[in-house]
Each structure stands twice: as C-alpha cells, then as structure tokens.
C-alpha cells in the first residue's frame, strides 16, 4: 500500500462536498448520473469508477468531536432521551455515500455504518427514489395488520424484493421488525414445530394443555429450549436475550430462561498455521453441543447460531464446523436457525454469510434484519407453518414499507453489483491489513475474516483508544467483544476508502 | 335512530370514489379542501362537517368476499406467506377515509381499522403530506442507530411529536417498534429500576451477578417477575406473552416465565344497576393482587394493565379500582405500567385512557403503539435510566420515520379536535346501541363502553357469525376475547357513519 490519503479536507471542499449533496437530495427524482460518469484516482495510479461519483473526496475533521454545535444538541436531547450510549451525533443530511456528517462540520469515513445496517450509503439516491415514491407513501401511511388485511401488492413485493434474495432451499418467509424481533418469530417457530414431532401432526391440544398455557405452566408451556453458544448476540427481548451470551452488561438483572450454551470454538489466528488445533477445537465444541443437545433438562427446539459472532468478538469457525452443526441437528430431530442479521446481504462477499459453508441441506431457519432494513425469518419447510391460524401472529407482522425499502436495496446491489464488489473490497483491505499487522505487531492481533468480504476484526491491546482516536483523523470505527477492531462498512466501499482507511489506521497506530 | 342508510352505493358511485381516491394521492402535495367545505346530511335533516369531504357516501358491496380477484391474490400470497389468518385482502390505494377497499371493488366502512391501529383515515392527505417530505425520505433511507448516532433533529422530533403529547407526569420517552416491544423494554426497565431499590443506587454489579447473569442465573438473572392480570394482552414476544393471558391460542407450546395473574374484575353491566356488586368485585381483585405482591415466590418489579382490558374481551374497570392499584404499588414500591397500546391516542374520548382515571400520580410508565404508529414507553422519573449506558438498548431503538408520521397524525387530531369527537360520536353511539339492544336483547348483551369515546363493546352469542354478515352488510367490524364484538373505528368516525354503522347491525340482527 502506497501513500494515497490526502489530509483532511480544506473547509472549503467540504463546503462543495455538502452543496453537492443538498443539491442530490433535491434531484433525487431525476435520473442520476451514471456510476460510470466518474472515475477516482487511487493509490498506485489505479483508477476505479466511483459509485457515489459527487461523494466526498475525504474525511473532514473540523473540530474536536462533540464540537460546539453536536454538545448543544447533545445537551438538548438528554433532557428527554437518554444519551448516555451516544458516540457521535450526527446530521444525515450532509452525510452521502460512505461519508457520515455532523453538526460542526466534521465528515468522517463510516466503516461502522450504523452498527453494520447500512447497507449502500447514506442519502443512496437509488433508495430516495423508492422513498418518495406514491407506491412507499401509500405503505407508509395505511400500515396493515398484514396477517388479516395484507394488501394485494404484498406478494409481490415479497416475491420481487424480500424473496428473490432468499437463500438457496428457503423459499417462505415471515415478516417482523427487527433482529431480535425476527429471532424471537423462529424460535416461536421452533417450538411449535418441536410439539408437533412430539404431540403428532394432526393431534388436537388437550384441555389440560389448554388450561396450564394460560397459567405459563407444564404441559401447554413446554419445558424446551434454544440451545446458542457462548459470546453469542442474538438480540435483547426476553427469548433472545437468553440466547445472547456477548457481555454481562447486556443481561444484568434481566430474568432469562435456564436454556443451554454451548461453547463456540476459540479458533488461533492464522487459521493456516493452526489447522490441526483448530479442528480440535471445532470438535471438542461439536461434542459439548451434541452433549447438551441429549442432556439438558429443557431439550433444546433449536440450536441457532451466527455464521460470525458479531457483537461477541466477531469470532469465526469454519464450514467443517457449521456442516458439523446441520449433521447434529438432523440427526437429533432439532432445527438449526442461522442468524444473519449482522452477516447477511452481502458484507462477507456473498449475499449470505452461510453460503460460504455449502452445506448438504439448507438451514432450517435463516433470521435477516440490518442490512435488509425489513426483518423476519426465511423457511422452507411447510411443518414450520403452525398448524393452525394465529398461533404466529401479531398485528403488523413487519412492515410492507420497509419490505419496499429491502427491494430497491436487492435492486441498488445488483445494478453495481456489490457483493463481488464487497468480496474484492475485502481481500483487499485484507492484504493491506496483514501488511499493517507486520509492521504494527502489537496493534493487530489475530487479524480474521479473510475470504469473508469486508466482515473483518482484530484484537487490540488499546481497543478503546483506537475507536476514539479514530474520529480524530477522520473514520467513524467500532468495536466489539472486549477487544475487537471491527470493520463493518458498506457495500459501496471502494479501493480509495480503503486507502484512506488504511492510512488513518497507520496514522492511529504510530501515535 | 332514524333512516339515513342508504343501500349500497352504485358501481357507478364507486368508480367515481375511487377515481377521487387516487385523484387524492396525486395531488397530496397541494393543499387538500378545507375540512369546512363540504357537509352532509346525516340523520334527521342535521348537517356536520364532513373531516374527509371526498370520501365515499356509503359502502359499497360488489361481490361476496373473497370475491374472485381477492381469491387469486390471496391464492398467489398463500404460495409465500401463510394467509390462513387473513380476514379480507384489501386494496390500500382505493382505501379512503373510513373506507376500506379490496381488489374486487368491495367498499367497507372499517370499524376494525387495522385492530385499532389507523387513526385518522387511510389515505390521510395530512399524513400523505407528511410521509412524501424530504424531511420523511432521509430519515427513511439514512435509519440511524438511534442510541450511538442520533440525528441533530431527534430531540426536536420527540418534543413536537412523541413528547408533545405525552401523559401528564410524565417528560421523558424511550422508543420501540411495536406494542410487543414497548412493552418489554417497559419490563426491562422494571427489573433494572427493582434490582437499584435492592442493590442500592450506587452499587457496583459483583463479580458473582456478572458471571450468574452470563449462565441465566441467579443472582445476576433475578427471580423477579411483571404482574399481569387475567383476560389481558400485552403482546406475543416471549416477555410480553409470559404477561399475556388472553387465548390458549397464544400461548400454547411456548415457553414461559413463571409469573403471577391476578383476577381482573369481571363487572355486571349496565355498571350503575350493579354499583354494589361491582365495587365488591374489585376490591377481591385488588386483595389478590396485594396477595400475589406479597406472597409470589418471584417477586413482581412492576404491575402491567391495561385501561380496557382489550384483545382479552374489552373488560372494564372503575377509576377507582385502578387507584386501588396505584396504591398497592406505592405501598410495595414497585411500579405501574399502564399498557395504552390499544386504548391510546384518543380512542376513549381522551388522548390516554388513564387520563379517565384522576389518579393521585401518574403512572411510573405508560407504553404506546398502534394508532402512535410509532411506539415505546414514557416515564418521568430519572430513576427509570438505568445506572450504566448500555443496559436499555438495541440497534434501532424504534424509528424516527415512524415518529415523524406520529407527530403529523398529532397535528391532524389537534387540527380536527378529533379527542373531541371521538368522545361525542362515542356517546351518540352507545345510546343508539343501547336503543338496539333494547329492541334486540338477544343479540347486544353487556354492552359497555359508556363514557369511553368509541371504545364499546359487547357480547353476542353468534359473534363469529355477526362479524361475517358485517361483511355482506358493508361493515368490517372486529371481535374481542369469547364473545365480544368490538368496535375500534377511527378519530375520523363520524356521525354519518355511526348512522350507517347502526343501520347495518339491525340488518344483521334482523337476519
């Protein structure tokens, strides 16, 4: 890697950059220009087409962050809404592209992207123009109770947005709002599925049943559970919060279900020089969860399982150990539930994260939020539909505006055709990073997701310090686990991104 | 009651309505007719302001439902999404006013409005407005994750939308997606505030709760538990349905927590001839409650009810039985949440039903949805922010494009004073039904509702077959619990369309 980072921006630019993007947030309705309209000089002479052509050319920091204007806002906002977790506020109306802005001026590289949910940059004009669409207002003011009155175009919205994305095998889907409202849906799921193995298909509910649900007791409130792993997230309500192993700040004083975990394996870094310890590892964590899976006094209905622990670590494991897991779980009769609402659409060079494990049977259950805007959980399986009405239910069930949104985002990555994009992106910025780590040994420890797009992590010793410093040379990065680096920009992040990237990364480094 | 009811409109009628239907979505950005300039007769020769002056006169039944071009679309949904829920495929951009329309040219008035959760009228030109503004598209494409990198205008979002209409007491909000949600993360706050009066405000988590909480157990998982009371609802995710005790439908092959129920009064009606009896009802409840406080193994942080105890059968109570509560959980130290998902948002004839109530002080928190379109739960006192950031939070954190669509529909219901009308209608409309059920006492049993807006209710013994024939009468009209027939229409419901609602229900009783 080459010296290609322009030091921060003059006023001046950064003023140009924000009319500019004023002025697309008014054209949205017209025909935007051409992907290929312009092209960015990048390192090494390398010329790219930029996706976001009148995008910022860099980060600007104008003041310290907070600066003067985001504390008044900052200060504003805390007597109503608690800020106490605020990073950075912001002002989406100068942010464009991979660019977040705020109040003062300043304009960083966000690689973090709103906790990985972004998915094709702010102010995407592709997406403003679904936005302001007459077919979005409609959705967007008469929301359905779309279990009871779904409206004669949600077929095919599901059919042309949510549905032409669905992983190989999946072919329904049930909507929902969130990640951990989507997960909460397939473990219902689950365990309405896991009593009819036991009860029979077509075997009525007793009135003993009947009457000991009402009273959250045995037998009508079954004793199963979902079996997850250690340092797993898969979200904060009360079901999925008994699932989520990341932090005890996360699940303090909470009252949680007595479901199992297993242990996720704690692979060594590189994976190529630590294979036969690795499969080890994978092995020894494939018994612990077929163990619990005979053994645990509430029998799990599932086991679900993130392609990488997100939140946790960002910690990986390989196919072996994901067929390992869909061996397990069919030979015990339970579903196996893949959470991609952080790895799916796109981030890790396929549009799905498991895609990268080419597993004999699809997953039973794959969980989507993020990214997609919209939320919910694929199926393939007709025994996965309750067998009766109103057992999954609720009264929006998801929520067709979004679903549209989810649409002109599948429409918006296959026109630039980001996830080969993304997979590019990322082996990149990998090379790039493996270089770094050389040279700054101890600022990059157990560097991981090679091959898996631009989903990348690593240890440092002084995580937080780099999270902060970062803003002041111009990049908007987080963090997770106890000490992970996590790189979680978008799909339109391009060669020249990554430079700057990796130059604010050194620059970081050798303070 | 006289006739004003006119037998369903002409298809000539009907295509007209619908051209000025979609006449209205394309000209929603210029400023739509004065509410003031159009009236029509309604019953006995008297005149009032029409607030959707385009609207359809009357319903229009073209075919039965499903009629053919329903039963394709919902054949073509069913290959994708289970539909066996599904009440009427609807047409939204033929929806106007109070009017719900479908695909086979089938007009209803809706008194069922999307289980109670369309305010002011599909097809709003307020709202249309609204979602169509530049301000809607950025925060529709730029979704942030609202507790690190809050737009600069968030705060002012809540203080004219969300908090401008808060209940009194009460200043402060932290926002959701769903009346699931809301509710859940009103129990999370429980268990937090509940484990700070134990711990101490200041105290530090000891190592023993950090690791118990990582295992699900105690003491870092307490055995703490929300008091819910028979007959309610408080929604379907695994916090909330542990809460929820309306159908074994619900509820059935889902794990549970083990938390107490208390009795709700079930009161005779009409209350004033049962003053006595009813009074005695509710204070048995309240002892039980109190028991259940002291007694339940895992002691409750909070109690959570609902003004009109809603999908569990619309069952009421007095003011003074929920100052009974308000006591108890003083006298216990634990809180009050008041469930307003259903009855908020002026449904009742005030904007929150509690407000019916005179309470000595307000409740610890009030959790809203539906009609909001936003959702989330308020609360006043700072003790209710958990001691550490980090402890109530999630991605999202609800959806400042929902909340801008809530602070238009506040505008809308402060333009047209429509708390008010919904109080009038409501009163215009019991006393008819009392008329009916004079005339038709087998049909209108334990009407109730008096006093409460539009929120009426009543038991029918062939309700499932009153609900069908509303259809062929021109009325989508919704159930509740065994046996009750509820009517949710719309703040936008008026006088002529009570009339035309009557009329219907004697034909159907006639039938």
Redesign the interface.
Same mark, same amino acid.
């Given at each position: 890697m080459t010296s290609a980072f322009r030091v921060l921006g003059s006023s001046a630019r950064n003023a140009s950059m924000r009319s500019l993007r004023t002025a697309s947030? @008014?054209r949205?309705t017209r025909p935007y220009a051409s992907a290929a309209a312009a092209t960015k000089t990048s390192n090494g002479g390398m010329t790219e087409t930029a996706f976001f052509p009148d995008e910022a050319a860099g980060p600007t920091v104008a003041t310290a962050i907070p600066g003067p204007?985001?504390q008044a @806002?900052i200060e504003?906002?805390n /007597?109503?809404? #608690? &800020?106490?977790?605020?990073?950075?506020?912001?002002?989406?109306?100068k942010?464009y592209g991979n660019y977040?802005a705020?109040?003062d001026g300043n304009v960083l590289l966000d690689v973090y992207a709103?906790?990985a949910?972004?998915p094709v940059g702010? $102010?995407?004009p592709t997406?403003?123009l679904a936005?302001?669409s007459?077919e979005?207002?409609?959705?967007?003011?008469? =929301?359905? @109770?779309l279990?009871?009155?779904?409206? $004669?175009d949600?077929?095919e919205i599901?059919?042309t947005g949510i549905?032409s994305v669905a992983p190989k095998g999946l072919?329904?889907?049930?909507?929902g &709002?969130?990640?951990? #409202?989507a997960n909460?849906l397939a473990?219902?799921a689950a365990?309405?599925w896991? =009593?009819r193995q036991q009860r029979g298909a077509d075997v009525e509910?007793t009135q003993e049943?009947?009457?000991s649900?009402?009273?959250?007791?045995l037998p009508?409130?079954?004793?199963?559970?979902i079996l997850s792993f250690k340092t797993a997230f898969h979200? =904060?309500?009360?079901?999925?919060l008994?699932t989520t192993?990341s932090k005890?700040?996360? /699940?303090? #004083?909470?009252?949680?279900?007595?479901?199992p975990?297993a242990p996720f394996p704690m692979l060594k870094y590189p994976l190529e020089e630590h294979a036969s310890e690795n499969a080890a590892e994978e092995q020894r964590c494939l018994d612990e969860t077929e163990r619990l899976i005979k053994e645990w006094h509430?029998p799990p209905a599932a086991i679900i399982v993130e392609p990488i622990q997100s939140e946790g670590g960002d910690n990986h494991a390989s196919p072996a150990f994901f067929q390992g897991l869909r061996d397990l779980t069919k030979k015990h009769d339970i579903l196996m539930i893949v959470d991609e609402v952080q790895t799916g659409v796109g981030a890790t060079g396929k549009f799905w994260a498991h895609e990268h494990w080419n597993l004999d049977a699809p997953p039973d259950i794959v969980t989507f939020s /993020?990214k997609a805007?919209a939320a919910g959980y694929y199926y393939g399986n007709e025994e996965l539909?309750p067998n009766?009405?109103?057992?999954?239910?609720?009264?929006?069930m998801g929520d067709p505006?979004r679903a549209i949104?989810f649409r002109a985002i599948v429409q918006e990555i296959e026109r630039l055709n980001l996830v080969e994009n993304t997979a590019a992106m990322g082996d990149y910025l990998f090379t790039n990073l493996e270089g770094l780590a050389q040279k700054y040994p101890g600022e990059i420890k157990n560097l991981r997701g090679k091959g898996q797009g631009t989903f990348i992590a690593w240890d440092s010793p002084r995580r937080d310090e780099v999270l902060k410093k970062g803003k002041t040379v111009g990049i908007n990065i987080g963090g997770c686990g106890d000490s992970a680096v996590r790189l979680r920009p978008m799909l339109i992040f391009q060669q020249h991104h990554a430079d700057i990237l990796l130059e604010a990364l050194e620059k970081i480094f050798k303070s």
């Open positions: 947030i @008014a949205h204007k985001s @806002a504003q906002l /007597k109503v809404f #608690d &800020t106490r977790s605020l990073n950075m506020m912001a002002d989406y109306r942010s977040i705020d109040p709103q906790i949910s972004i702010y $102010n995407n997406l403003l936005a302001t007459p979005m207002a409609s959705h967007i003011v008469n =929301r359905p @109770a279990g009871n009155f779904p409206s $004669n949600w077929a599901l059919t549905l072919n329904q889907v049930f909507t &709002t969130t990640g951990s #409202d909460e473990y219902k365990f309405m896991k =009593r509910f049943e009947m009457n649900a009402m009273n959250n007791a009508g409130s079954p004793e199963l559970s979200g =904060r309500l009360f079901g999925s008994s192993r005890p700040i996360h /699940k303090l #004083d909470i009252p949680a279900f007595d479901w975990q509430a /993020k805007q539909r009766k009405p109103y057992r999954q239910f609720n009264t929006w505006a949104l």
